[in-house]
């Protein structure tokens, strides 16, 4: 798919509101001549994000329209969809990683060392193990049944949503903790977020929407 440059995106917004809609109009609005718009209306034409009909003017092509708005979706970036990690120490007991899980409403609960750096991960599968297997839960602490560093699928948040779903799909995990890595110290990392596979569902329900509003 080809980049599109500033004035090709605004001329692709006004067709979108006031398609269909002539050269000329498309022109005044943007108050620039119609022989200037001539190369980015055939742009727009050739590449298919707009139809053409003479004597009736401009219109937005809508499905290439879906696909360029899950295009733009998709490369968010992590940064401004992550949630609030939901934190355990290492130390919490199974027990009371279960009531925490139940009290946040969440899936997946990340344990943290005593200097609050990413030390597990510790999902509703792994307490039910622990809680099959296991009378007291309450002496049992997370740290023995978690999944730890090194084997943690982390995400930067810089990184994008795009990059999330890939991982979370090809390492069969429903989480990713969104972290940044301490100068200098190897897999030692600061929890800043998390991203989920609900993460990824509203992300596409909102490009839904965004459509038909
Ligand atoms: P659930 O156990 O509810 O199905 P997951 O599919 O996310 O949830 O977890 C499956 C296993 O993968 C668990 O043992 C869990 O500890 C581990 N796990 C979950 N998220 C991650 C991750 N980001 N990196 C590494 N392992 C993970």
Known sequence: MIKLTK?????LE????????????IAEKLSVSRAALRPDLAILTMSGNLDARPRV??????KLGVKQQAERYIHQKVADFKAHPIVVEKSTSVYDAIVQLFLEDVGT???????????????RKDLLRAAIGNRNLQELPVS???????NIITIEPEATLFD????????????????????NQENTYLLV??????????AY?????EKSD
Do not use: C, W
């Open 193 to 202: 977020g998390r991203i989920t596979k609900t993460t990824i569902t509203r």
């Open 109 to 123: 609960l990340y344990a943290v060392d005593s200097e609050g750096h990413l030390a597990g991960v510790v999902s």
């Open 144 to 150: 023995v049944i978690m999944t730890r560093m090194p």
């Open 57 to 62: 003017g401009y219109f937005f092509n809508e």
């Open 14 to 25: 006004i067709v979108k509101r006031n398609g269909p809609i002539t050269g000329k109009e």
């Open 7 to 11: 004035r090709q995106d605004e001329i």
């Open 205 to 209: 329900l909102e490009i839904m929407e």
């Open 164 to 183: 999330a779903a890939k991982k979370m799909i090809n390492y069969h995990v429903d989480s990713l903790p969104v972290v940044k890595e301490v100068d």
